[in-house]
């Protein structure tokens, strides 16, 4: 056995120098490590050895240097193949083509995308804001001080410093309002940690898309209104929605928006707890003690505020089962974005 696997130790070291291109090192891949290839000859040879242990620790040897030395030839040819073509592109080439798959864009950057364009269109801007905050920016400003029980809703990441990783897009609501005054109208997407155990609809990363209006005369309808007119653009038709109330210090009246589970077309499935329905978006006019914090007129503006949870969205959108996918890093499952 060890003799046997020292010449093809040889042989294959032989075979890798003289590989040239991406698909060579993919034949001697499969030469080697593939179903009919040595490393599963060598597997079946194991039966008629005496120590059996000593033999199964050389083939894996054997197999682990195979692996790093393809991987290592690998990169160095894939490198040389984009160089080659950087330097043949006589000037910057937006199409130029890579030997291998190129990237796709995540389907949370495409739901953003998509929800954004929608929102523009009906004259809000898209704002930008931190992932790490202080507590101001997350909860007092928000109508909801220190001591608080609502702060237990969202189990907060604190960092050293007394900073914390932003719990939900609200965050930003205060800035906002003090950057423009009234009247806004304005959505500002982000990522938002909880400590949260995760399962298929929960995650300590997640993302969100915050919303305000805020305008002489603005009431709840027509919020309704813009989250109807946003779900059914984005799902190309009319889509089921259902208002309950809901509890957050910075609205009052505070809802719950859930839509239906598009998933199992409201059966229930794991996505939506078995309940047919999936919180959405949470939404609410906005307290009169946030918006003066802000810096609003009370006696004229009123507004609305609405916490959109992208993450949600895209798993409604494309139809992913589990939230956790998203973070998975899996090429493979990212990649079927490509086309969207
Ligand atoms: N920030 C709230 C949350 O994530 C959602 C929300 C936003 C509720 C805006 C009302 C208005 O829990």
């Known amino acids: 056995m060890k003799d046997r696997i020292e010449a093809l130790t040889a042989s294959f070291g032989a ?16 030469e080697y490590l593939g179903k009919r290839g040595h490393l599963t000859e060598l597997m079946k040879g ?3 050895v005496a120590d059996k242990k000593a033999a199964g620790q ?9 692996e790093a030395k393809i991987a290592e030839r690998e990169t160095a040819l894939y490198e040389e193949a984009i160089n080659a073509q950087i330097r043949r592109a ?13 990237g796709s864009y995540h389907p949370i950057t495409l739901a953003t995308r998509e929800v954004e364009a ?3 269109s009906m004259g809000f801007t898209i704002e930008n804001y931190a992932e790490i905050v202080g507590d101001y920016e997350c909860f007092e400003a928000l109508n909801i001080p220190k001591h608080h ?11 050293e410093n007394g900073q914390l990783l932003k719990t939900h897009t609200s965050a930003a609501q205060n800035a906002i309002m003090k950057k423009y005054g009234a009247p806004l109208r304005a959505i500002f997407p982000g990522r938002c940690f909880r400590n949260e155990s995760t399962d298929a609809c929960h995650e300590n990363t997640f993302f969100q898309m915050e919303g305000m209006m805020i305008d002489e005369n603005i009431s709840i309808s027509n919020l309704i209104y813009f989250m109807k007119t946003m779900l059914s653009e984005v799902f190309n038709r009319d889509v089921k929605v259902r208002l309950r109330p809901g509890f957050f210090p910075f609205v009052e009246p505070g809802f719950e928006l859930d839509i239906n589970c598009e998933i199992c077309g409201g059966d229930g499935c794991p996505s939506c707890k078995n309940s047919g329905w999936l919180e959405l978006c949470p939404c609410g006019m906005i307290h009169p ?5 802000g810096g609003i007129d009370t006696e004229k503006y009123t507004g609305f505020a609405f916490g959109l949870g992208l993450t949600r969205l895209a798993m409604m959108r494309y139809g992913i ?20």
């Open 46 to 48: 194991l039966r008629d």
């Open 15 to 30: 075979s890798l120098a003289e590989v040239a291109d991406l698909d060579a090192l993919e034949a001697l891949r499969v």
């Open 90 to 102: 006589k000037k910057y080439n937006p199409t130029l083509t890579f030997p291998r798959e190129m």
């Open 289 to 293: 003690n946030v918006l003066r914090e």
């Open 149 to 159: 029980p609502a702060r237990d809703m969202q189990d907060t990441y604190y960092l």
């Open 58 to 66: 050389l083939i894996n040897s054997f197999k682990v240097d195979v």
């Open 118 to 120: 929608i929102f523009e």
């Open 321 to 340: 089962k589990d939230i956790r996918d998203f973070n998975s890093g899996s090429l493979k499952a990212l990649s079927q974005f490509k086309s969207i």
